[in-house]
Structure formats: C-alpha cells, structure tokens
C-alpha cells in the first residue's frame, strides 16, 4: 500500500517535472504545432479548391486566350476576361490616384504635426472607416455619390476637361469614377494606419537630428521621415491596392455592371470580383462556373503577390536598416 | 530646401505643408460623417418592434421585418465561430509561443497574406468544399466561408496580444518548478485571456458585416431558417437586395437595415475596445 501511493507520488512529480522529457510538453507543442500546420491547410485548400473548380474552363480556353479575349458570352460558352481586368486595373489605379497623397498627409498629420498629447484618439476617425461594412459604402454610394457625380461633378469635369477622353460621354453617375471614388473612401483606412506603423518605427534620433541642423518640421519629415520609411508606405499603398482589387460589393452596386472596355471614366464598366458576385449563384454550365473561378484565381494570385510583396517590405522597415544591411 | 531659399520661404513651405496635411486629415471626416448621418436619418425612421420580428414582406405591402435575417447572420456566424475560431486562436497561440523559428515565420507570413484574399475568393472555395458536394446552397456553406475568413484575421490578432503577456511572468513560473506547457496554459494564455476574446469579437464583428462570400453559398430565403443543410438569409444579402431592388419602399429598408447592422458591428468594437483597456492595465 504505502509503496503504491509512493509510486503514485513519483508518477505525479515525474508528470510535472519540467524539462525536456515531459509528457505534458510533448502533447501541447504538438497541438499547437499542428494548429499552426492548419494555417498552412487553409491556404493549401483555397488553392486546390479554386483550381478544381476552374478546371473545366482550361479544357475550353488556354490561359492567354482567356485573359485576351473581351467576348463575355455564357449563353454560347465563350469567356474572355479582358473587360474584367480593365475594370478592375481602372477603378483600382483611380482609387489609389485619389486616396494615397491624401493616405500619406494624414499619417504625417498623426505621427508629426498633430500634438502627441493627442495620440491615438487621433487614430478613432480611420478605425471607424475601416469598421463599415462594405455593403453599407455600396449603399451609401449608390444613393449620395453616384447621383452628386452626376448631377455636380462629371457635368463640371466635363465642361473643362471634356477635350481629354477620360471626360467624354453623358454622365450618368454608374461607372469608373463612381467604383474608383468608392474605393478610394475604403482604402484609406489601410493606407493609413499601416504608413504610421511604418513613420512611428523612425528613430527619434534622425528627426532630432535634422531639426537641431535648422529643418523646419516639414524638412525634418523630408529628411528623416520619408526616407526611412519609404519602403514601408510603398507597402501600404500596395496593401491598398490589393484591398481594392478584390473589394466586391461596393463596386458591384456602383460599376454599372456592364462587360464593356471604355477610355471614359464616366461610362458603365465592370470588375473581377463583381461579375464572380453577380453571376455564380445562377451560373448552371461547369464551364460557366469555371470561367467564374479562373476570374476568382487571377485575382487570388494577384493579391497573393502583392500582399506579399508589402508584408515584405512594411517587415523590412519595421526591424530598421540593420536588418536591410543584413 | 536648397541652400539659397530664404528662412521666411522654408517657414511658409512649413506652415503651408503643415496645413495641407491637417486638411487632408479633416477630409477624411467627410465621408465618415456623411455616411453615418445619413444612416442614422434615413434608417432611423424604419425602426420598429416588427422590423426585428417580422417576415419581409412583398413590395407594396406595408411592414414586414427582416427577422429571419437576423436570425440567418446569427446563426452563420455561429457556425463560423464553431468552426473557425479554435482554430485562428490556436494557430495564433502557436505562432505567440513557439512561432520564433523558421516554420513559425513561414505559418505567420501565409497567415498574413490570407488575411488579404479577397473574401468573394473564399465564397468559391466554401462552394467548391460545400455547395458542390450537397448539390444546393446552404447556411453550413456561408458559415465556412466566413470560418475560412476569421482564421488568419484571428491568428494575427491573438499572436499580438498574447506577446504582450509581461516575459516575467512566464520566468516566475518556471523558476517555480511549473513546466512549459502548464506555464502556457494557466498563466500566459489564462493573463491573455482578454486580448484572446477581443481578437474573436473583432473576427465576429468582421464577420457580421461579409457580403460577398454569402451571395452564392448561403444565397438567401424569404423564410425562417434554422436548418444548416438549407438556404438562409442574412442581414447584409437583405441590405445589398434591397438596394439594388427599384423600389422606394425596399430603398428605405436597406437604409434601415444598415443601421441595425452599424449598431451589431459598433457594440462589438466598443466591446473589444473595452476588453483591450481593461487587460493592459492588468497587464501593468
């Protein structure tokens, strides 16, 4: 009796001696470990599960046939991606034109020039935005900036600027500019808060530096500030850019929705992601469905790159130049 | 800022570049505020008990709620929070306690990329895994869509708020005799314990608010649903159908329907703000 309850005492001290034998340890890192493994499966069945699902479409089309061809026809089965991928690259590049100088000016409003007494209430106007739902942006599009584009702004754009192609048509609101203001409001909030992640990680010491040589505030940004964190607002912008490729609903309800390529911005268009909205629940034909899917995998690969790419270099920054200089 | 620019030209580029950003900083207020007000007046007057209760009703018809669109995000994000949660969390307790080597940064640099696919690409996926093999649309199908959404946004958030658990602490522990495993479990996940819901109120906040991945997984019904294997509703479809329906009745419904959802994923930031406060000054 007295030996068992000893063994038992030995068993319980062995259970919770620390080191690198215990049991415990074993099954907990290799519980975590495989979590961590699921984060790996997740991506690994986005992948194989967009592929499968495009797969009927690659029997019909090449790659290159599909992304050059603008004839978007499911009643006869032909697919071409091109309209898509103007309307996307269009209403993407408008959003960033619009909402970068102005992304940049606020993050150096917030880590520079506003009072640091102030500090992350000033922050609470960007983390409301970026709390809307993008439903409730396509609704607030389609009711009060689609009818002041058209009614104010494409009119006035058109009158002084009508000699450009970009301002040729009759404006009816829907279209590029509309999708492209839309997004810009969207983006902004990622833009921003990831550019004053970067410019808070500039060492104190620089901007010192350059303010104790004469700079005046603004030269000390220039200087110090700009530089030191350019790759990383580089990033940001391409954190936005990938936000805006694949942001669906807003640009669904404000496109127009119409497979066309025009040099206007006032004129209907379409999207990737908004054409994979409108048309897959009633899609009937797998290669339909495909062509949906391959639309949904060159987005998924583009955005891949390009968040990719602003993980990379917003990291870069973040661990400061010794890490760049190896 | 070359040499021959006088010191009143430099403090004016100054002032003047000072005042630029200071307006862009207003400018970003505009649509806020535009968007805001305009949801509170237009929605505002929509509100009542039947709204929340109710059916929708066909055009013309006075009334009618969006009831089981309600009951249709709840229950879908009920199923995410099933499915996804336990999992974002972990990978994110992986990533804050072990994740220092080469395999961990591998797992948060794909967690950070998935964090940026466009939502309406998981839509596909989750009819690829579900709608596919069942052969017609269903809540279960929007609910691991908005799993597969929550998991790398989670992991993210709790890895950085675990981190911040005080490095003493675990010291403390392990100087006392306790092994790693029960150091991680009572005292560092037990002190993160308010980041870790924070992280999952923002995913459900998040998550509430999806569109795109529902169109064409949970596609919608005019109906109750409770039943996983069938159709449902959802908050954002009713508002997104309402919208681009044209009907002016329907118009003030997606006005007000927006509202009820502004005030869900509003509560549950405030939530998750008040959670975060409170467990840094624990933390202190």
């Known amino acids: 009796m007295a030996e068992a309850a000893g063994n038992l005492a030995v068993e319980a001290a062995e259970e919770n001696r620390p080191g690198p034998g215990n049991v415990g340890d074993r099954v907990f890192n290799g519980t975590l470990w495989a979590l961590g493994v699921m984060v790996l499966v997740v991506a690994g069945l986005i992948v194989l599960n967009l592929a499968l699902v495009a797969r009927p ?6 790659l290159w046939g ?92 058109g009158r002084h600027f009508g000699f450009l192609p970009l301002f040729q048509g009759p404006p009816i609101g829907l279209g590029f500019l509309a999708a492209g203001a839309i997004l810009a409001v969207m983006i ?18 620089n901007r010192e530096a350059a303010l104790a040589l004469g700079a005046t505030k603004w030269e000390a940004v220039m200087l110090a500030v700009i530089p030191y964190s350019r790759a990383g ?8 850019l990938g936000r805006a490729l694949g942001e ?79 | 800022m070359s040499l021959h620019s006088s010191f009143t030209y430099r403090k004016a580029v100054d002032r003047g570049m000072a005042g630029l950003c ?37 055009v013309g018809e006075e009334g009618g709620g969006i009831g089981n669109a309600l009951i249709g995000t709840l229950f879908m994000v009920g199923i995410a929070c099933v499915a996804g949660l336990p999992l974002g969390v972990g990978a994110g307790i992986y990533l804050a306690e072990k994740g220092d080597g080469t395999f961990g940064s591998t797992v948060r640099f794909v967690a950070e990329v998935l964090s940026g696919v466009p939502s309406i690409v998981v839509g596909i996926v989750a009819y690829a895994l579900v709608v596919k093999p069942m052969g017609h649309f269903s809540a279960l199908a929007g609910g691991v869509a908005l799993a597969i959404l929550m998991i790398p946004t989670v992991a ?59 169109i064409f997984t949970a596609l919608n019904n005019q109906y109750w649903n409770v039943d996983p294997r069938a159709p449902t509703a959802s908050l954002t479809v009713a508002i997104y159908n309402y919208a681009i329906s044209p009907y002016d009745d329907w118009h003030a419904k997606a006005w007000t329907a927006s509202l009820v959802l502004l005030i869900v994923v509003g509560l ?7 959670l975060t406060r409170s467990r840094l000054k624990g933390a202190r």
Not at chain 1, 91 to 120: D, E
């Open chain 1, 57 to 62: 479409l690659a029997k019909e089309h090449s």
């Open chain 1, 66 to 157: 599909f992304i050059t061809s603008s004839e978007w026809n499911p009643v006869d089965d032909r697919y071409g991606a091109l309209p898509f991928l103007y309307g996307t690259l269009v209403t993407s590049a408008l959003s960033i034109l619009m909402a970068v100088p102005v992304a940049i000016g606020l993050a150096l409003f917030i880590t520079q020039f506003a009072p640091a007494k102030l500090g992350r209430v000033l922050t609470i106007p960007v983390e409301l935005l970026a709390a809307i739902p993008s439903v409730v942006y396509g609704l607030w599009g389609l009711f009060i900036v689609v009818p002041w584009l058209r009614e104010s702004i494409q009119p006035w754009l």
């Open chain 1, 188 to 205: 902004l909030p990622t833009v921003v808060s990831v550019s004053v992640e970067v410019m808070k990680t500039t060492p104190e010491a």
């Open chain 1, 233 to 240: 607002i580089l990033g940001a912008v391409l954190l936005g």
């Open chain 1, 248 to 326: 669906t609903m807003a640009v669904t309800m404000v496109i127009g929705n119409s497979p066309r390529i025009s040099a206007s911005l006032f004129a209907a268009g379409y999207s990737l992601p908004a054409v994979i909205a409108n048309e897959f629940a009633e899609a009937v034909s797998d290669v339909h469905i495909g062509a949906l899917a391959g639309l949904g995998l060159i987005l998924f690969a583009t955005t891949f790159l390009l968040n990719a790419g602003a993980r990379i270099l917003v990291t870069a920054v973040q661990k400061g130049p010794s890490r760049i200089s190896g």
């Open chain 2, 22 to 58: 200071a307006v862009f900083f207003a400018l970003a207020f505009v649509p806020l505020i535009s968007v805001l007000w305009l949801v509170i007046s237009k929605g505002a007057a929509g509100l009542s008990w039947g709204f929340f209760t109710q059916l929708p009703k066909p």
């Open chain 2, 156 to 214: 993210r958030t709790t890895e950085e708020l675990v981190r911040l658990v005080p490095g003493s602490l675990r010291e403390a522990s392990l100087a006392l005799g306790v092994p790693n495993w029960k150091t991680s479990l009572r005292v560092i996940i037990r002190t993160a314990m308010g980041g870790i819901v924070t992280a999952c109120l923002l995913a459900v906040a998040r998550a509430a608010g999806e569109t795109a991945p529902l």
């Open chain 2, 268 to 274: 549950l930031n405030i939530a998750s703000r008040y």
